[in-house]
Nanobody, 125 residues
Framework: QVQLVESGGGLVQAGGSLRLSCAASGRTFSPYFMGWFRQAPGKEREFVAVITWSGGRTYYADIVKGRFTISRDNVKNTVYLQMNSLKPEDTAVYYC??????????????????WGQGTQVTVSS
């Protein structure tokens, strides 16, 4: 069974930066994609960024493109989300997720089988 554990969330002022980490464990851990999603109060969970585990190809939601960077360390089984130039509207619980198979709909929560418990990111104005 795969377990994902996020860390690195917190409170930051607008314009600041945070780096989220997601550590994966489990004997069968071999995802195709690892993604980050976020969910603000009263809103649906939305796609933020994704990376292919073997090739390292990345895709971003337009609202974070140029500010956020997703990366991974295959040896440590960890995926990161570097968030710069944070805005109050980035406030949300951030979740990492793993998808074992390729999917054209990598931006859709249904493409992912494994989820972390989430980490809160709060950006003050």
């Amino acid at each position: 069974q795969v377990q994902l554990v996020e860390s690195g969330g917190g409170l930051v002022q607008a314009g600041g930066s945070l780096r989220l980490s997601c550590a994966a464990s489990g004997r069968t851990f071999s995802p195709y994609f690892m993604g980050w999603f976020r969910q603000a109060p009263g809103k649906e969970r939305e796609f933020v960024a994704v990376i292919t585990w073997s090739g390292g190809r990345t895709y971003y939601a337009d609202i974070v493109k140029g500010r956020f960077t997703i990366s991974r360390d295959n040896v440590k089984n960890t995926v990161y989300l570097q968030m710069n130039s944070l805005k109050p509207e980035d406030t949300a619980v951030y979740y990492c997720a793993g998808a074992p198979n390729f999917s054209h709909t990598y931006y859709y929560t249904g493409a992912y089988d494994y989820w972390g418990q989430g980490t809160q990111v709060t950006v003050s104005s």
